[in-house]
């Protein structure tokens, strides 16, 4: 049965009492018909008057009966609709009265129109009171701007209800918390709009709310409290639901990250995956928790962190199982494991390695050495009279002083030397791959000189030191890591035996030699502030018109002890000690002066060519140095000729190349020197730029005699041409080494068979004097 909004019931009968116009029409409608219809029928069934006006009056009587019965009928209908419309109003009096939860209705403006007994009884207000103010009076300021704004919504129509959680004031004063739920009636039948507002007490509920969620603060609190012990929960799949505090610190990830990601994803290593998922399984199968263990888990960031992880399975009634990680962090445990260890093996003052490390990684060194046939040096330093520190001034003084003197050792040594403190004031450094065995000396004299000045302590106090060094070398001397200390130790006490602050070999034919080169260094350092290089100049002739066309400028050493000095004593010790760069680019400059003034002296346009060495080209910026120098000496381009070895140009390939373009480009004639001697690559010829090969002396010695010498001297001429280079002999000294070279289309050539290299002056004579001849 449904029920009209003002309660009556809805059928046929029931239009009428709702619409009493369509039922008196209806009335009107029949009456006419009756009469109409009636008096028609008796006129044509009924022809004696008399008989008519009696059918007449028995049709009246008809009529007052048929209309007294649905007057009736009307009657009875309204008296059910009523009774039915008083059990409904009955009803809802009752539902509103005896609910259990407040209930109102209320104006669109807020005022309380109607209020039920459980609402009074719930605000300590009573109706009167209530119909006296508003809603907003005695709800909390807090809530009254979002039950406003949703009130808004309803009244504009968008939306049709809502709900929410407010304080109203009690009559006492206190606040209590409700659930409100409100909707707007907007029924004509009932006059103005309202809203029905259901408001349940949920004060207990909430104090209870509040209560656990105290509870759980505080639980959540004692587990954050331990920065160290992490937290995890996870159900049967592996999905994060629980995450603390320390799992954020631990592991990187944030509540937020966490929750919801899948263990594997998260702190597993890809390793560990497989052996993980099938323990979840065991434990969520079994109910068993699997045995505590330390594992490695991942971080956020990749890196690897060190745990010790318990695990507890968790099942809830009517809930799937759950599992539980306890991870404790072990980081500072294994740190403090690691500096264990690490001391074991260190100096505690110094934080160097110590003698047993020493001896560990010397051994590795030489098996690797083995296998590579490589030069080790092991040098000994000790600083000499350093107990004469400790007793006079005590051994913090002492302490210090150690401690600076090895932050000056590291910053002298190379990333690559090994420094270790063997005890007191006794340090062990390992030089791998040396090339000679003079170097070992060279760094040894470096330390020297670094431990030899004097030191200011912090409490300005000035202590000069000196120290001396023994040095043994594997393969030379021993073949283990004790015995080479034990040589280095020996090599020591003969340094000091020498008188203190120097070095010394494990043998004295090494110390001796060592000494020597060293002494050569230091008088090649002082040679080139001196001024004592010179250039020598070595005519180049063609070999078809017999004129000189150009020169090798070759660098001499005039040493005011030794006199002359031939590059291949010197060079070696340049290249090994940087000085080659500077050297070379003075080389470069001083050439293409000599050349611009040998123009002035109507020489004519004659090239000259310089050697480059490999260490020059790994420097950068060589090419805009030589670019410079041209322009300001104003020397031209394709007068310079640069040569370099093949061995250099194959070491430095991919660099090379570039190199040689960029030196082309700026109009350099490019030569391969000592061409024959190296690899002799046709494919890696056609790669670059060149413009002249020159044959090694060694292939033109024992020309034309030498049948194998003489065919490959054809090969490379042909290969040259080839391939639009020129071809340049070296080393000629006979004429049946001109001719023949000559003969076999050879391009130019030098040697001491035109003439010997001469200084710049005497160069320019003998051009001169070439030039009167051809003349005459």
């Not at 009529?63 to 008083?86: D, I, P």
């Not at 109507?602 to 060495?613: C, D, P």
């Amino acid at each position: 049965m449904q029920w009209s909004t003002n309660g009556s019931q809805v059928n046929g009968t029931g239009q009428l009492s709702q619409r009493p116009w369509f039922g008196a029409l209806l009335y009107l409608a029949f009456g006419v018909f009756w009469i109409s219809s009636s008096d028609y029928l008796l006129g044509v069934i009924v022809s004696d008057p008399e008989l008519y006006s009696q059918y007449q009056t028995y049709k009246g009587w008809l009529y007052v009966g048929f209309t007294a019965l649905l007057a009736w009928l009307l009657l009875k209908q309204r008296q059910s609709a009523e009774n039915q419309s008083a059990q409904v109003r009955q009803l809802f009096e009752q539902t509103f009265e005896l609910a259990n939860v407040g209930i109102a209705h209320v104006s669109l403006s807020g005022q309380w129109l109607r209020t039920n007994d459980r609402l009074q009884q719930m605000l300590g207000y009573s109706q009167l009171e209530l119909q006296a103010m508003t809603f907003q009076q005695i709800s909390h300021p807090e809530d009254l701007s979002k039950d406003i704004t949703q009130l808004e919504q309803l009244k504009t129509g968008v939306r049709r209800e809502y709900s929410m959680e407010k304080r109203y004031r009690h009559k006492d004063g206190r606040y209590i918390w409700c659930r409100l739920g409100v909707r707007k009636v907007d029924n004509p039948a009932f006059g103005q709009p309202f809203y029905i507002s259901i408001i349940e007490d949920i004060d207990d509920l909430k104090s209870i709310e509040n209560e656990l969620r105290a509870a759980n603060l505080k639980f959540q609190a004692l587990l954050d409290s331990e920065a160290a012990i992490s937290i995890q929960g996870y159900e049967v799949d592996g999905t994060t639901i629980y995450w603390n505090r320390a799992s954020e610190r631990i592991y990187g990830y944030t509540p937020k990250e966490a929750l919801g990601k899948n263990l594997l994803d998260l702190i597993i290593p890809a390793t560990m995956a497989n052996d993980v998922k099938a323990a979840i399984d065991h434990m969520m199968t079994t109910g068993r928790p699997i045995p505590s263990a330390e594992l490695m888990l991942k971080r956020k960031d990749g890196s690897l962190v060190t745990v010790f992880s318990s695990h507890a399975f968790v099942q809830l009634p009517d809930k799937p199982p759950q599992m539980y990680c306890i991870d404790i962090d072990l980081t500072e445990q294994k740190k403090h494991e690691q500096q264990v260890a690490y001391l074991a093996h260190h100096d505690a003052l110094t934080d160097l390695p110590n003698r047993a490390s020493f001896v560990r990684q010397l051994t590795q060194t030489i098996e690797r050495a083995e296998r590579r046939t490589q030069l080790i040096a092991v040098i000994i330093l000790d600083v000499d009279h350093f107990k004469n520190i400790n007793d006079s001034y005590g051994h913090s003084i002492g302490d210090e002083l150690l401690q600076q003197l090895t932050q000056q050792l590291k910053a002298v040594l190379r990333p690559a030397d090994y420094l270790a403190r063997l005890g007191g004031d006794e340090y062990a450094v390992q030089i791998d791959d040396i090339a000679q065995p003079e170097d070992a000396a060279r760094v040894a004299n470096k330390l020297l000189q670094c431990i030899h000045r004097i030191w200011t302590l912090s409490n300005g106090m000035e202590v000069k030191l000196s120290a001396s060094a023994g040095i043994s070398l594997y393969p030379l001397h021993e073949q283990s890591a004790e015995a080479l200390l034990q040589g280095a130790d020996a090599a020591l006490y003969k340094a000091k035996s020498e008188g203190r602050n120097n070095s010394a070999y494990y043998t004295d034919g090494l110390t001796q030699s060592a000494r020597e080169r060293l002494m050569l260094e230091s008088r090649l350092r002082a040679a080139i502030l001196e001024q004592q290089l010179e250039l020598y100049y070595q005519p180049q002739v063609q070999l078809a018109t017999g004129q000189i066309v150009g020169a090798e400028a070759l660098i001499r050493w005039q040493d005011p002890v030794e006199g002359l000095i031939g590059p291949n004593r010197f060079i070696p010790i340049a290249e090994q000690t940087g000085l080659i760069h500077d050297i070379g680019l003075w080389v470069i400059q001083q050439s293409c002066r000599q050349g611009v003034l040998w123009q002035q002296l109507g020489l004519g346009n004659l090239r000259i060519a310089v050697n480059v060495s490999a260490h020059q080209f790994q420097r950068e910026g060589l090419a805009q140095h030589i670019a410079d120098t041209l322009l300001s000496t104003g020397f031209e381009a394709s007068l310079l000729e640069l040569e370099m070895t093949e061995s250099a140009l194959i070491t430095q390939h991919a660099d090379a190349i570039g190199l040689l373009q960029q030196l082309k480009q700026l109009g350099i004639r490019l030569a391969i020197d000592d061409f024959g001697t190296g690899y002799s690559s046709l494919a890696y010829l056609k790669a670059l730029p060149l413009d002249v090969l020159k044959i090694d002396k060694s292939f033109i010695d024992q020309l034309p005699e030498h049948q194998q010498d003489a065919e490959i001297c054809k090969a490379i001429i042909t290969l040259a041409h080839t391939l639009g280079f020129e071809v340049l002999a070296e080393g000629v000294e006979h004429q049946a080494q001109h001719d023949f070279l000559k003969q076999i289309g050879c391009d130019e050539f030098q040697g001491y068979l035109f003439s010997r290299p001469l200084p710049a002056d005497d160069f320019a004579a003998l051009v001169l004097q070439g030039l009167k001849q051809q003349e005459c």
